[in-house]
């Protein structure tokens, strides 16, 4: 028969067997436990490297999906040139027009906007002016690896035919890069000082539609053929833009807000200029002046207006007796410039009807003008048909 303290010990043993066992199911709970999360954590690492790796390998292919329309099954790879340092676009604006220029005299242009203007702006006028009808065009970004691509290319080659790139597939790559070129250009197209003279003389409100304040043209006729011409054409590609807002859903005031950052301009100019784009140029008064420092620098020959122009100074000068001669290096008010391929309208209190500069006479055909861009005849506010109204 089996006493207590039998039982007593039998008890202690049972509960010491429990005891050990529990403790050893704790413990192969605890590798459990741990190898799992040690598992996970290898698990982690290895799929961060793998995932860098893949990153890495794809980011060219990643960066070209867009929202534009004309980007399927054409996956370029682009070379990430986010360590690569302008050389020339972040170069004054006169330095970079002579440094990238389309053409080096009026001989060699089309349209004196190619001797004036840097060729980016130019070009990205001329590609864009036949996206227009594109919604989200300025509002959708062309990614970031692929701007600082084109942006390279434009900075080393200083002057690209984008009409004959093929892999340039998505206008918003180049609507960025252009919007990105005037934003970091080092000064203003449009000075402050002279955006203030226009002001202060304005009311408050935006102008009505089909009104051009005089203060506004003549501020524009006096900017260097530089500023004016580059303005000129920037606010010509906007105002066609705006002609085609029921399909681009671009109305003036999304266009200022996409543009307000990077020209800098009063809000009440920038209206004027893009909604009564053609009411506002008169023509560059500064112009011939600074065409002679020009032929000056590039050591080209004057052009023969050039040389009737001086000639007909001096002979002013020697016939003028007791008046005083013209400033030095000035050109007058009725010297003859040469005329431009586009059209210019002119506010006159006489005649509603638009004045007409001829056409330069050089080697091309007519043909070859009608294409012109960024004051294409066919794709402009410039043009208007036999039956349009102006």
């Known amino acids: 028969m089996r006493d207590r303290s039998q039982d ?16 050893a199911q704790d413990r192969e709970g605890h590798m459990y436990k741990n190898n799992n999360s040690s598992a996970f954590f290898d698990f982690r690492q290895s799929s961060s ?34 360590d690569y340092v302008v050389q020339v676009l972040n170069k004054p604006l ?4 002579r440094l990238t220029r389309i053409a080096q005299s009026y001989d060699d ?53 984008l009409l004959d790139e093929s892999e340039l597939y998505d206008a918003s790559i180049i609507a960025s890069l252009f919007k990105e070129w005037i934003r970091e250009l080092p000064e203003d197209i449009f000075p402050k000082d002279a955006q203030h003279r226009i002001t202060s ?5 935006i102008p009505d539609k089909g009104f051009v304040p005089e203060v506004l043209r003549r501020e524009l006729q006096h900017l260097p053929p530089f500023n004016y011409y580059l303005l000129f054409a920037i606010t010509c590609h906007l105002s066609l833009l705006l002609e085609y807002q029921h399909k681009n859903k671009m109305t003036l005031d999304n266009l200022y807000r996409c543009f307000n950052q990077s020209l800098k301009l009063d809000g009440r100019i920038f209206y004027t200029l ?5 009411l506002c140029w008169a023509g560059c008064v500064t112009e011939n002046d600074y065409l002679v420092k020009e032929y000056d620098y590039l050591k080209h020959p004057y052009p023969q207006f050039i040389q009737d122009s001086l000639a007909a100074n001096e002979r002013a000068i020697s016939s003028s007796e007791g008046s ?67």
């Not at 893009?274 to 053609?278: A, I």
């Open 8 to 23: 007593r010990a039998d008890v202690d043993s049972s509960n010491k067997a429990k005891v050990k066992k529990d403790k």
């Open 49 to 82: 490297r793998a995932t860098d790796g893949i990153t890495k390998a794809s980011k060219g292919f990643l960066s070209k999906i867009t929202r534009g329309g004309s980007n399927h099954g054409k996956p370029h790879h682009v070379t990430d040139d986010g």
């Open 94 to 97: 006169i330095e970079q027009t």
């Open 109 to 161: 242009c089309k349209d004196k906007t190619e001797f004036w203007m840097p060729a980016l702006p130019w070009r990205a006028i001329d590609y864009l002016n036949g996206k227009c009808e594109e919604e989200g065009l300025y509002r959708v970004s062309g990614g970031v690896a692929n701007v600082r691509k084109w942006r390279r290319r434009f900075d080393t080659e200083l002057d690209i035919n």
């Open 201 to 205: 003389q304005l009311p408050t409100e």
């Open 274 to 278: 893009v909604g009564n784009w053609r």
């Open 324 to 390: 005083a001669p013209p400033a030095n290096d000035t050109f007058t008010p009725e010297v003859q410039r040469p005329a431009t391929s586009h059209t210019l309208f002119s506010q006159s209190s006489e005649s509603d009807e638009p004045f007409i500069t001829p056409v330069k006479k050089n080697n091309r055909s007519s043909s070859d003008v009608t294409g012109l861009s960024p004051m294409r005849f066919n794709s402009s506010p410039l043009y208007r048909g036999p039956t349009s109204n102006p």
